[in-house]
């Protein structure tokens, strides 16, 4: 006897549960996106009503969304009071830039000695591609290449441990580095620290590459607490 197929309404059940979870994700890359860019600003309440007019979308696949980034730190859920873009603190931007310091300036160390030519070609295309739009009005295709740097030298770290511990922080120290790359004078720092990466990546020098990230980080961290610092 051959083995009974699923029904259909077992497969509709299915569909429905994927198409469900990928639209809930889809519209928490639309909000991450909007907060780590600050379209939705620190603090802003969120008008869910509003935002899911905007998205295109039901309350419920928003309200799904806010859930997974509220475990990201992004979005913080008020008991009774809805749920706010969280703010960036003095505090918050300090602890999570020493941690992400440590974190991917180990990640530069090991890339140096674990990247393949083709890895090392790939990140000097990124880093002219973001040179191309250093000047640009917007810092967004500035940013958005800095940041697939920053992935990129994690990924090629090889270490999944890292990679799963840097993950769990990404979000909270892109949306905080954006903030800081809005300051032109910090924009042109971060673009020589990225130039002497690249050096010590075509050069090598494992030991060199660690101290130039580490450095780069914490002055993103410095930078930003002192931009929330003035206010």
């Known amino acids: 006897m ?3 197929q699923p029904s259909k309404a077992t497969s509709a059940v299915r569909k429905v549960k994927l198409s469900r979870k990928s639209l809930h994700e889809r519209v928490a890359d639309e909000l991450r996106d909007q907060i780590i860019s600050g379209t939705l600003k620190p603090g802003e309440k969120l008008a869910v009503n509003e935002l899911a007019l905007s998205i295109g979308v039901s309350l419920t696949p ?17 008991p009774n009071r809805g749920a706010r873009v969280a703010p960036i603190t003095v505090e918050q931007t300090r602890a999570l830039f020493e941690v992400i310091a440590g974190i991917e300036s180990l990640a530069a160390e090991l890339a140096t000695l674990r990247m393949s030519d083709a890895d090392r070609a790939h990140l000097a295309d990124l880093h002219e591609q973001m040179r191309s739009h250093f000047d640009d009005p917007s810092p967004v295709h500035y940013f958005e290449c800095n940041r697939k740097i920053h992935d990129k030298v994690v990924e090629y770290a ?74």
């Open 158 to 231: 090889r270490n999944a441990i890292l990679t799963e511990q840097r993950g769990k922080l990404a979000q909270q120290a892109a949306r905080i580095r954006f903030f800081a790359l809005k300051n032109l004078g910090r924009r042109s720092e971060a673009m020589q620290e990225h130039d002497e990466l690249m050096q010590a990546f075509e050069a090598r020098d494992p030991d060199a590459a660690r101290r130039i990230w580490r450095k780069h980080l914490i002055g993103s961290g410095a930078q930003t607490i002192q931009l929330l610092e003035q206010g």
């Open 62 to 78: 928003l309200r799904e969304a806010i859930k997974l980034l509220a475990a990201e730190s992004l979005i913080e859920v008020m």
């Open 2 to 4: 051959s083995q009974s």
